[in-house]
């Protein structure tokens, strides 16, 4: 099963699992919160283990949308572009959690990419990787077509591609020959927390 899939079932194995268990266990809270028998400090306590149970839930909530829409929106357009082609389409490695910004302009980026070529190239084979690394995201888009193309504004759709990455604080390189293209993506990692370096320097009064 390919990286990216494996995403889409660690959302359902998320959602059929733990979601499922942690409902249930809120609802046995529910039961015990109305026991009359409970002294109120302890009612307190309870109900405060209840609202971080459903906080719990719902940020597993949140993850699960965002793993299926990076597929959604992202991924399944770029393969259902390739699947009306004779163009073997492969994709590897590892997308981070993407905001809005990034599933709008890099699901034009793509499409553009894969447009051309699969009606420019003459390629064989579209490969998309994927590299994660501490602080930026590298995406590789390459084809084994006929290349030859350069981003300058006679171009309208590669200086677009250009513009587009440029927005999302990021650099577009490209290679291209008669071997094939290579676009080279590299992009800022907004899902890595910050490192809190307060305490560099400090010292025990």
Not at 135 to 160: C, E, K, N, P
């Amino acid at each position: 099963m390919p990286d990216l899939d494996i995403r889409s079932q660690i959302a359902r194995d998320l959602h059929d699992g733990v979601i499922q268990d942690l409902v249930a266990f809120g609802y046995t809270l529910d039961s015990v919160i109305a026991r009359p028998d409970l002294t109120p400090s302890l009612r307190s306590e309870i109900r405060r283990v209840r609202l971080d149970a459903t906080e719990i839930v719902r940020k597993l909530r949140e993850d699960i949308f965002q793993l299926r829409r990076i597929n959604h929106e992202v991924m399944d357009g770029l393969a259902e572009l390739f699947a009306g082609s004779s163009i073997q389409f492969q994709a590897l490695g590892e997308i981070p959690p993407l905001n809005e910004d990034h599933i709008r302009e890099l699901h034009a980026v793509f499409r553009e990419v894969a447009l051309n070529a699969i009606h420019h190239s003459h390629a064989k084979s579209f490969t998309l990787q994927s590299e994660l690394y501490n602080d930026h995201w590298l995406i590789t888009l390459s084809d084994d077509g006929v290349g030859r193309a350069t981003i300058t504004s006679q171009h309208f759709g590669l200086q677009s591609i250009k513009e587009r990455i440029t927005s999302l604080g990021g650099a577009l390189t490209m290679e291209s020959s008669s071997v094939g293209t290579h676009y080279r993506i590299l992009l800022p990692r907004h899902d890595v927390p910050e490192k809190d370096d307060s305490h560099i320097g400090s010292r025990r009064s």
